[in-house]
């Protein structure tokens, strides 16, 4: 008996016009911007299509929990120019910045359009709140730019880079290199979900990162897995006295040095290929920050429980002086 297979399903069209966001208030109608005019209708594409609509980089989006993307294409009115604006919606203003720093590689020039912004060869790029605004196009000279500020403009303020950074050393950062990877962090992927910033010392680039875990034994499990790396593939020195409540140092020809600790629910590491002092100076500095933070808090859940009759016990590497 011979059995005919039956035809491969073709997949079926979807009307991206028809969806709502509310991205599309962002959008430029008709001739709205100077010098562009909308050529068709725009586009919603809403989290379930993420994948299929932007192929190999979709996984990328899905992975930063993308709600949608919202696009229109335009052309010069002049005729010598084209744009396509995709407006991707997140549900907060982290995962926007993370999908936006994703982008951070080659060739760039940061711009004045906040919150955060630059551009590349033919495209530019902005992170607003929980959004992440890319246009990519040719025109004449700053036209492209003009239409994202035009459409940055439409959208409402934004508060600042997540607070997290406030933990990493200020002095000797590199400005704007900072970055939040949900996938990994230093090519590891037990460092995902890492707040990352480079630091320049005298001509040696360092990489620093924090992780925010969701508890004391997460943060602990994930130094443990990074230091495990070393064990396996490098050399481990001295820890540092004082450093964290955990923390262990090493250096591999491949991976580099590293000195990473931690501290409360926060895993912390610097990487780099030079001084090692650097890397220990980084760590100090950042240690000071957020054992300054946690006092905070400390001092004032004190206060507020003072008034129930309530102890709060203050844990040993929370006494150690500052440094």
């Known amino acids: 008996m011979v059995r005919i297979a039956p035809k491969p399903q073709q997949p079926v069209e979807v009307n991206y016009t028809a969806f709502e966001s509310p991205s599309l208030q962002f959008l430029p109608r008709q001739q709205e911007a100077p010098g562009w005019k909308l050529e068709t209708d725009p586009m919603v594409v809403p989290k379930e299509y993420i994948v299929r609509y932007l192929g190999p980089e979709g996984p990328v989006f899905a992975g930063y929990q993308t709600l949608d993307d919202t696009v229109g294409k335009y052309s010069a009115t002049n005729g010598s120019g084209f744009a396509t604006v995709e407006i991707f919606r997140f549900p907060d203003f ?24 630059f551009v590349k060869q033919h495209s530019v790029h902005i992170w607003r709140g929980p959004y992440y605004v890319r246009i990519v196009g040719q025109g004449p000279p700053d036209s492209v730019t003009k239409l994202a500020s035009f459409v940055a403009d439409k959208m409402p303020p934004a508060p600042g880079k997540p607070a997290i950074f406030t933990f ?3 002095k000797m950062r ?38 925010p875990a969701v ?14 790396l070393y064990m396996h593939n490098g050399k481990l020195l001295d820890p540092i006295p004082n450093l964290g409540e955990d923390n262990f140092t090493a250096e591999d020809r491949y991976l580099g040095r590293v000195v990473a600790f931690r501290i409360d629910r926060f895993v912390v590491a610097f ?10 100076d980084l760590a100090t500095q950042a240690d000071q920050k957020i054992l300054g933070t946690i006092r905070k808090q400390l001092v004032t859940a004190d206060n507020e429980s003072d008034g129930g ?9 929370a006494q150690r002086p500052r440094r």
């Open 94 to 117: 982290v995962k926007a910045f993370g999908a936006y720093s994703l982008q951070k590689e080659g060739n760039l020039r940061f711009i004045e359009i906040p919150n955060e912004s």
């Open 168 to 170: 990493l050393p200020d």
């Open 174 to 211: 590199v400005p704007n290199s900072e970055r939040y990877s949900a996938d990994k962090g230093f090519g590891q992927s037990f460092l995902a979900n890492s707040f990352q910033g480079r630091f320049n010392i005298d001509n040696d680039v360092v990489d620093g990162l924090v992780i």
């Open 215 to 228: 508890s004391k034994q997460a943060a602990a499990q994930i130094l443990a897995a990074y230091k495990n």
């Open 271 to 280: 990487n780099g290929y030079k001084d090692r002092q650097h890397l220990v």
């Open 309 to 317: 009759g309530k102890q709060q016990s203050t844990p040993a590497w």
